[in-house]
Protein backbone atom coordinates (compact mmCIF):
# COMPACT_ATOMS: atom_id res chain seq x y z
CA UNK A 1 0.00 0.00 0.00
CA UNK A 2 1.65 3.37 -1.19
CA UNK A 3 0.35 6.18 1.65
CA UNK A 4 2.80 8.70 -0.96
CA UNK A 5 -0.51 8.07 -3.54
CA UNK A 6 -3.05 9.07 -0.63
CA UNK A 7 -5.07 12.17 -0.89
CA UNK A 8 -4.09 14.42 2.43
CA UNK A 9 -5.97 13.09 5.51
CA UNK A 10 -9.09 14.92 6.37
CA UNK A 11 -12.11 14.35 8.50
CA UNK A 12 -14.68 11.91 7.26
CA UNK A 13 -17.89 13.69 6.56
CA UNK A 14 -20.17 15.01 9.64
CA UNK A 15 -16.87 16.45 10.76
CA UNK A 16 -14.76 15.77 14.25
CA UNK A 17 -14.04 18.13 16.63
CA UNK A 18 -10.23 19.03 18.16
CA UNK A 19 -11.31 16.94 21.10
CA UNK A 20 -11.93 13.56 19.16
CA UNK A 21 -9.27 13.79 17.16
CA UNK A 22 -7.15 13.69 20.91
CA UNK A 23 -8.60 10.84 21.51
CA UNK A 24 -8.08 8.97 18.43
CA UNK A 25 -6.38 5.55 18.31
CA UNK A 26 -6.83 4.53 14.81
CA UNK A 27 -7.33 6.76 11.93
CA UNK A 28 -8.67 5.03 8.76
CA UNK A 29 -8.31 7.44 5.62
CA UNK A 30 -9.46 6.36 1.70
CA UNK A 31 -9.39 2.49 2.59
CA UNK A 32 -10.20 0.36 -0.54
CA UNK A 33 -9.95 -3.81 -0.52
CA UNK A 34 -10.30 -5.78 -3.60
CA UNK A 35 -10.02 -9.50 -3.56
CA UNK A 36 -9.63 -10.12 -7.20
CA UNK A 37 -12.07 -7.85 -9.12
CA UNK A 38 -14.46 -7.66 -6.31
CA UNK A 39 -14.68 -4.45 -4.96
CA UNK A 40 -15.21 -5.31 -0.87
CA UNK A 41 -14.37 -1.87 0.69
CA UNK A 42 -14.78 1.84 -1.08
CA UNK A 43 -13.46 5.10 0.48
CA UNK A 44 -13.82 4.01 4.04
CA UNK A 45 -12.95 6.84 6.39
CA UNK A 46 -13.44 6.23 9.92
CA UNK A 47 -11.88 7.81 13.68
CA UNK A 48 -11.68 4.45 15.94
CA UNK A 49 -11.29 6.24 19.96
CA UNK A 50 -9.04 5.76 22.50
CA UNK A 51 -10.67 3.06 25.43
CA UNK A 52 -13.65 2.93 23.79
CA UNK A 53 -16.23 0.52 21.95
CA UNK A 54 -16.73 0.26 18.31
CA UNK A 55 -19.42 -1.63 17.22
CA UNK A 56 -19.26 -2.64 13.07
CA UNK A 57 -23.39 -3.51 12.04
CA UNK A 58 -24.49 -4.05 8.74
CA UNK A 59 -25.85 -7.29 6.97
CA UNK A 60 -23.77 -10.23 5.79
CA UNK A 61 -20.88 -9.63 3.19
CA UNK A 62 -21.15 -5.63 3.77
CA UNK A 63 -17.52 -5.42 4.42
CA UNK A 64 -17.62 -5.63 8.44
CA UNK A 65 -15.26 -8.54 9.09
CA UNK A 66 -13.23 -7.09 6.28
CA UNK A 67 -12.68 -3.92 7.54
CA UNK A 68 -11.73 -5.16 10.89
CA UNK A 69 -8.64 -7.28 9.19
CA UNK A 70 -7.55 -4.51 7.43
CA UNK A 71 -6.73 -2.89 11.60
CA UNK A 72 -4.34 -5.62 11.99
CA UNK A 73 -3.42 -6.63 8.52
CA UNK A 74 -4.98 -10.59 8.74
CA UNK A 75 -6.04 -9.24 5.19
CA UNK A 76 -2.33 -10.03 4.17
CA UNK A 77 -2.61 -14.02 4.32
CA UNK A 78 -5.49 -13.87 1.87
CA UNK A 79 -4.47 -14.90 -1.54
CA UNK A 80 -5.75 -11.88 -4.08
CA UNK A 81 -6.46 -9.57 -1.26
CA UNK A 82 -5.55 -6.07 -2.21
CA UNK A 83 -5.52 -3.19 0.55
CA UNK A 84 -4.87 0.74 -0.67
CA UNK A 85 -5.62 3.40 1.49
CA UNK A 86 -4.13 4.88 5.11
CA UNK A 87 -4.60 3.13 8.70
CA UNK A 88 -2.74 4.76 11.44
CA UNK A 89 -2.08 3.53 14.73
CA UNK A 90 -0.77 6.27 17.13
CA UNK A 91 -0.16 8.10 13.84
CA UNK A 92 1.62 5.64 12.24
CA UNK A 93 0.82 3.89 9.01
CA UNK A 94 0.57 0.07 9.54
CA UNK A 95 1.15 -0.32 5.62
CA UNK A 96 4.32 0.71 6.14
CA UNK A 97 6.90 -1.53 4.39
CA UNK A 98 9.22 -1.75 6.95
CA UNK A 99 6.71 -2.57 10.11
CA UNK A 100 7.21 -5.86 12.36
CA UNK A 101 3.70 -7.25 11.55
CA UNK A 102 4.22 -9.64 14.35
CA UNK A 103 5.04 -6.83 16.60
CA UNK A 104 1.65 -5.16 15.00
CA UNK A 105 -0.57 -8.23 15.75
CA UNK A 106 0.80 -8.31 19.56
CA UNK A 107 -0.42 -4.70 19.82
CA UNK A 108 -3.76 -5.21 17.86
CA UNK A 109 -4.64 -8.36 19.23
CA UNK A 110 -8.06 -10.18 17.90
CA UNK A 111 -10.55 -12.60 19.17
CA UNK A 112 -12.41 -14.42 16.77
CA UNK A 113 -16.05 -15.66 16.21
CA UNK A 114 -15.81 -19.22 17.26
CA UNK A 115 -13.82 -19.77 20.24
CA UNK A 116 -10.11 -21.17 19.21
CA UNK A 117 -7.86 -22.09 21.96
CA UNK A 118 -4.90 -24.44 21.29
CA UNK A 119 -4.65 -27.96 22.44
CA UNK A 120 -2.66 -27.28 25.28
CA UNK A 121 -3.42 -26.42 28.67
CA UNK A 122 -5.58 -23.86 30.12
CA UNK A 123 -2.08 -22.06 31.37
CA UNK A 124 -0.28 -22.35 28.18
CA UNK A 125 -2.86 -21.59 25.59
CA UNK A 126 -2.68 -17.79 27.55
CA UNK A 127 1.51 -18.28 28.44
CA UNK A 128 2.16 -18.40 24.72
CA UNK A 129 2.08 -15.48 23.40
CA UNK A 130 4.48 -13.84 26.30
CA UNK A 131 6.83 -16.70 25.52
CA UNK A 132 7.18 -15.84 21.97
CA UNK A 133 7.80 -12.21 22.32
CA UNK A 134 9.69 -12.52 25.18
CA UNK A 135 7.61 -10.28 28.32
CA UNK A 136 8.58 -12.83 31.35
CA UNK A 137 12.04 -12.89 32.42
CA UNK A 138 11.78 -15.81 34.62
CA UNK A 139 8.85 -18.53 35.65
CA UNK A 140 7.24 -16.66 38.26
CA UNK A 141 6.80 -13.59 36.16
CA UNK A 142 5.03 -16.06 33.75
CA UNK A 143 2.74 -17.41 36.60
CA UNK A 144 1.77 -13.72 37.20
CA UNK A 145 1.15 -12.81 34.24
CA UNK A 146 -1.30 -15.67 33.19
CA UNK A 147 -2.82 -14.69 36.56
CA UNK A 148 -3.60 -11.50 35.85
CA UNK A 149 -4.60 -12.01 32.21
CA UNK A 150 -7.41 -14.98 33.16
CA UNK A 151 -8.33 -12.09 36.13
CA UNK A 152 -8.91 -9.76 33.64
CA UNK A 153 -10.97 -12.05 31.05
CA UNK A 154 -13.02 -12.89 34.33
CA UNK A 155 -11.96 -16.14 34.22
CA UNK A 156 -9.31 -17.08 36.92
CA UNK A 157 -11.55 -17.76 39.86
CA UNK A 158 -13.26 -20.51 37.51
CA UNK A 159 -10.48 -22.21 36.26
CA UNK A 160 -7.00 -21.48 39.29
CA UNK A 161 -7.43 -24.94 40.62
CA UNK A 162 -7.52 -26.54 36.92
CA UNK A 163 -4.58 -24.25 34.69
CA UNK A 164 -2.85 -27.82 33.51
CA UNK A 165 -6.49 -29.16 32.13
CA UNK A 166 -7.25 -28.69 28.20
CA UNK A 167 -8.37 -25.55 27.26
CA UNK A 168 -10.62 -27.16 24.90
CA UNK A 169 -12.36 -28.91 28.51
CA UNK A 170 -13.94 -25.74 28.66
CA UNK A 171 -17.45 -24.85 28.23
CA UNK A 172 -17.67 -22.57 25.13
CA UNK A 173 -18.07 -19.24 27.09
CA UNK A 174 -14.95 -20.15 29.31
CA UNK A 175 -12.87 -20.77 26.01
CA UNK A 176 -14.12 -17.72 24.82
CA UNK A 177 -12.97 -15.81 27.64
CA UNK A 178 -9.51 -18.01 27.34
CA UNK A 179 -9.16 -16.88 24.12
CA UNK A 180 -9.60 -13.06 25.46
CA UNK A 181 -7.50 -14.15 27.82
CA UNK A 182 -4.70 -15.15 25.25
CA UNK A 183 -5.18 -11.90 23.71
CA UNK A 184 -4.88 -9.55 26.29
CA UNK A 185 -1.76 -11.78 27.54
CA UNK A 186 0.70 -9.86 25.51
CA UNK A 187 -0.94 -6.22 26.49
CA UNK A 188 -2.05 -5.33 23.21
CA UNK A 189 -3.65 -1.80 23.20
CA UNK A 190 -6.47 -2.51 20.73
CA UNK A 191 -8.98 -5.77 20.49
CA UNK A 192 -10.59 -6.36 17.33
CA UNK A 193 -13.30 -8.90 18.01
CA UNK A 194 -15.65 -10.80 15.39
CA UNK A 195 -18.45 -11.57 16.25
CA UNK A 196 -17.18 -13.01 19.69
CA UNK A 197 -20.44 -14.15 20.67
CA UNK A 198 -22.34 -15.47 17.85
CA UNK A 199 -21.36 -18.90 19.04
CA UNK A 200 -22.23 -18.47 22.57
CA UNK A 201 -25.65 -19.09 24.65
CA UNK A 202 -27.17 -16.35 26.66
CA UNK A 203 -26.03 -16.49 29.64
CA UNK A 204 -22.28 -16.96 28.19
CA UNK A 205 -22.58 -13.97 26.04
CA UNK A 206 -23.98 -11.68 28.70
CA UNK A 207 -20.72 -12.53 30.35
CA UNK A 208 -18.63 -11.83 27.54
CA UNK A 209 -20.72 -8.43 26.95
CA UNK A 210 -19.66 -7.67 30.74
CA UNK A 211 -16.14 -8.33 30.43
CA UNK A 212 -16.01 -5.71 27.15
CA UNK A 213 -17.55 -3.30 28.90
CA UNK A 214 -14.74 -3.30 31.86
CA UNK A 215 -11.97 -4.28 29.12
CA UNK A 216 -12.24 -0.79 27.44
CA UNK A 217 -10.92 1.19 30.08
CA UNK A 218 -7.56 -0.49 29.27
CA UNK A 219 -8.18 -1.64 25.56
CA UNK A 220 -9.53 0.04 22.50
CA UNK A 221 -12.16 -2.44 21.24
CA UNK A 222 -13.87 -2.94 18.34
CA UNK A 223 -16.53 -5.27 17.39
CA UNK A 224 -18.41 -7.25 14.48
CA UNK A 225 -21.70 -7.23 15.51
CA UNK A 226 -25.03 -8.79 13.39
CA UNK A 227 -26.89 -8.19 16.82
CA UNK A 228 -28.34 -4.90 16.96
CA UNK A 229 -29.02 -5.32 20.87
CA UNK A 230 -25.94 -5.97 21.64
CA UNK A 231 -23.83 -3.45 19.71
CA UNK A 232 -26.24 -0.97 21.68
CA UNK A 233 -25.24 -2.51 24.99
CA UNK A 234 -21.59 -2.58 24.27
CA UNK A 235 -20.13 0.25 22.41
CA UNK A 236 -20.14 4.32 22.17
CA UNK A 237 -19.50 4.34 19.07
CA UNK A 238 -21.30 2.49 15.56
CA UNK A 239 -20.45 2.15 11.96
CA UNK A 240 -23.29 0.99 9.35
CA UNK A 241 -22.33 -1.00 6.25
CA UNK A 242 -23.80 -1.68 3.64
CA UNK A 243 -22.44 -3.14 0.11
CA UNK A 244 -18.63 -2.28 1.27
CA UNK A 245 -19.44 1.64 2.28
CA UNK A 246 -19.35 2.94 5.71
CA UNK A 247 -22.84 4.65 5.50
CA UNK A 248 -22.96 5.92 8.82
CA UNK A 249 -21.13 6.15 11.87
CA UNK A 250 -21.42 8.05 15.36
CA UNK A 251 -21.79 7.94 18.98
CA UNK A 252 -24.17 5.02 19.58
CA UNK A 253 -27.27 6.50 21.29
CA UNK A 254 -27.46 8.94 17.71
CA UNK A 255 -26.97 6.01 15.29
CA UNK A 256 -29.96 4.05 17.02
CA UNK A 257 -32.42 6.55 17.89
CA UNK A 258 -32.02 9.36 15.87
CA UNK A 259 -29.42 8.44 12.28
CA UNK A 260 -28.79 10.62 9.46
CA UNK A 261 -29.34 8.05 6.55
CA UNK A 262 -32.26 6.38 5.63
CA UNK A 263 -30.38 3.21 5.05
CA UNK A 264 -29.22 3.22 8.28
CA UNK A 265 -33.13 3.45 9.79
CA UNK A 266 -34.27 0.69 7.52
CA UNK A 267 -31.35 -1.89 8.77
CA UNK A 268 -31.82 -0.62 12.44
CA UNK A 269 -35.31 -1.16 12.06
CA UNK A 270 -35.70 -4.26 10.09
CA UNK A 271 -36.94 -3.46 6.99
CA UNK A 272 -33.48 -4.91 5.52
CA UNK A 273 -30.56 -7.28 6.19
Do not use: W
Not at 184 to 189: M, N, W, Y
Amino acid sequence: MNSTEISPIVDPPGGVGEDHRMKTKIQIRNLDVHYGDKQALADVALDIRANEVTALIGPSGCGKSTFLRCLNRMNDVVPGCEVAGVVRLDGADIYDPNLDVVKLRARVGMVFQKPNPFPKSIFENVAYGPRIHGLARNREELDDLVRQSLKKAGLLEEVENRLEEPGTSLSGGQQQRLCIARAIAVSPEVILMDEPCSALDPIATARVEQLIDELREQFTIVIVTHSMQQAARVSQQTAFFHLGVLIEEGETEKIFTNPSDQRTQDYITGRFG
